[in-house]
C-alpha cells in the first residue's frame, strides 16, 4: 500500500497518516523529516536546504524533488509508506512519479483531506502553548482551567506565529494555488479519493479506512 495524503494545513493529515501507519504498518514519510534528516545528516543537499530552513522559507521544488528522490533511491527507501505533504505542487507530483517509476512502485491511492477554510482557520488560530513546559490547548477544544494560563506550571500561555490569522489565511491561500493543478492530475488517474475531514479523529480515520477497502486494501 502506497498513499498521498493531501489537505490544507490543519486538515488532520498528519494524524490520519500517523495512524495509518501504526496500525496498517506503514511508513510515515513527512517531507519536513525528510529535510531535516539530510540537514542533520550534514549531505551536500542538506547544506542547500538548511538555509531555506532556518529562515522559515519553503525549500524550492527542485531541491525537495532532489531530497526525497535520493532518500528513495537508498536502501532504507519504503515499500508501503504514508506521504504526508509530498508532493504540494504539480511539478513534485510529475518529479515523485519518475522516482516511483525508477523504484518499479505503483501508487494505490490519494486521499484529499475536505476541510472549509474557515473550520482551519478556528482550529489553528485557537491553539496556544506554554513557552516553559511545552503543553499545548485549543480555546474550544482543550482549554487551559484559567484562560491564558498554563495548567502545569501557570505560565502565561503564547500564540505561535504559524497560527495566527493572518498567517493562516497565507498559508490557505498557498495551499489552494499550489494544488490547483495537482488535485485533477491525480483526479484524472483514477487516484483520487476524497476524505471528509470533519469529525473527530476516529470518525475520519473510519471514512479513511472504508475508502481503503474500495480500492482493494485491508
Known amino acids: 500500500m502506497r498513499l498521498i495524503l493531501v489537505g490544507p494545513p490543519g486538515s488532520g493529515k498528519g494524524t490520519q497518516a ?5 496500525r496498517l504498518g506503514l511508513t510515515h ?24 530552513m532556518r529562515s522559515g522559507q519553503l525549500v524550492p521544488d527542485d531541491l525537495v524533488n532532489e531530497i ?22 504539480l511539478a513534485q507530483a510529475a518529479s515523485f512519479d519518475q522516482v516511483l517509476r525508477q523504484q518499479f512502485l505503483d501508487l494505490t491511492a490519494v486521499l484529499l483531506f475536505l476541510v472549509d ?3 482551519i482557520i478556528a482550529r489553528m488560530t485557537g491553539r496556544w502553548s506554554c513557552p516553559k513546559c511545552k503543553a499545548t490547548y485549543h480555546v474550544v477544544y482543550n482549554p487551559p482551567r484559567s484562560p491564558g494560563i498554563c495548567d502545569v506550571c501557570g505560565t502565561q500561555l503564547i500564540q505561535r506565529a504559524d497560527d495566527k490569522e493572518e498567517t493562516v489565511r497565507e498559508r ?13 492530475y491525480y483526479r484524472a488517474q483514477g487516484l483520487l479519493h476524497e476524505v471528509p475531514g470533519m469529525g473527530d479523529i476516529e470518525r475520519v480515520h473510519k ?12
Open 18 to 22: 500517523k495512524l495509518l501507519s501504526s
Open 29 to 52: 514519510i513527512s517531507t519536513g523529516d525528510i529535510l531535516r534528516e539530510a540537514t542533520r545528516q550534514n549531505s551536500p543537499l542538506g547544506k542547500v536546504a538548511l538555509p531555506y
Open 68 to 89: 526525497v528522490a535520493e532518500h528513495f533511491r537508498s536502501e532504507e527507501r519504503p515499500e508501503r509508506f504514508a506521504m504526508d505533504g509530498y508532493p504540494r505542487t
Open 117 to 119: 477554510d474557515e473550520e
Open 172 to 184: 490557505l491561500k498557498i495551499y489552494h494555488a499550489s494544488t490547483a493543478d495537482l488535485i485533477p
Open 207 to 218: 471514512a479513511v479506512v472504508e475508502i481503503l477497502k474500495r480500492v482493494g486494501c485491508s
